[in-house]
T-cell receptor, first 115, second 110 residues
């Protein structure tokens, strides 16, 4: 059973370009979470999605950032007009939640560098 | 968003020593999770706890779900150099949101 997959693992963009980060959850998981991590810091929650729905986007900047999890295909975190401050590691996690307790599994992350 | 209080922030120990770290929250959780993260990698799940009072082991690791549902601890016995990394706790709410601790950085001196 493949784990959570993220691609690309490393992404370099120039200021003003767009970054698209992809996340394929574990098989059977319909809940996806995106986190951002700066060097030497903890995980900062960005957005929680279920298939075709955004459940909680309270951690995501209102401008330039968007996320989707379509019925078919991976979840996408999109950053438009990137700035140097967007440079960070972005992690995706998935869970199978069907009510009650739940467990998150993380992908290897995408390291975004903005030049 | 809410962040859990995790302590200690960092630990420097001799190989062979035992390690203990804990997390506390002002809110109750349905699930407590413990992860380890190594440089350049994503967090890896070590132990999941689902019931108040539950004590679970995974090799040299032992974790407990506090009886109040507001805290958890992780113990590592007889540490070895490959235990080096950052350990995070996480709590899951009824609404299936997850909150993370600030991490404990562990250094093991051979």
């Amino acid at each position: 059973n493949a784990g959570v997959m993220q691609n690309p693992r490393h992404l370099v963009r120039r200021r003003g370009q767009e970054a698209r980060l992809r996340c394929s959850p574990m098989k059977g998981h319909s809940h996806v979470y995106w986190y951002r991590q700066l060097p030497e810091e903890g995980l900062k929650f960005m957005v929680y999605l279920q298939k075709e729905n955004i459940i909680d986007e309270s951690g995501m900047p209102k401008e330039r950032f968007s996320a989707e999890f379509p019925k078919e295909g991976p979840s996408i975190l999109r950053i438009q007009q990137v700035v140097r401050g967007d440079s960070a590691a972005y992690f995706c996690a998935s869970s199978p939640w069907a009510g009650g307790t739940d467990t998150q599994y993380f992908g290897p992350g995408t390291r975004l560098t903005v030049l | 968003g809410q962040q859990l209080n995790q302590s200690p922030q960092s630990m420097f120990i001799q190989e062979g020593e035992d390690v203990s770290m804990n997390c506390t929250s002002s809110s109750i959780f349905n699930t407590w999770l413990w992860y380890k993260q190594e440089p350049g990698e994503g967090p890896v799940l070590l132990i999941a706890l689902y019931k108040a009072g539950e004590l679970t082991s995974n090799g040299r690791l032992t974790a407990q779900f506090g009886i109040t549902r507001k805290d958890s601890f992780l113990n590592i016995s007889a540490s070895i150099p490959s235990d080096v990394g950052i350990y995070f706790c996480a709590g899951q709410t009824t609404g299936n949101q997850f909150y993370f601790g600030t991490g404990t950085s562990l250094t093991v001196i051979p």
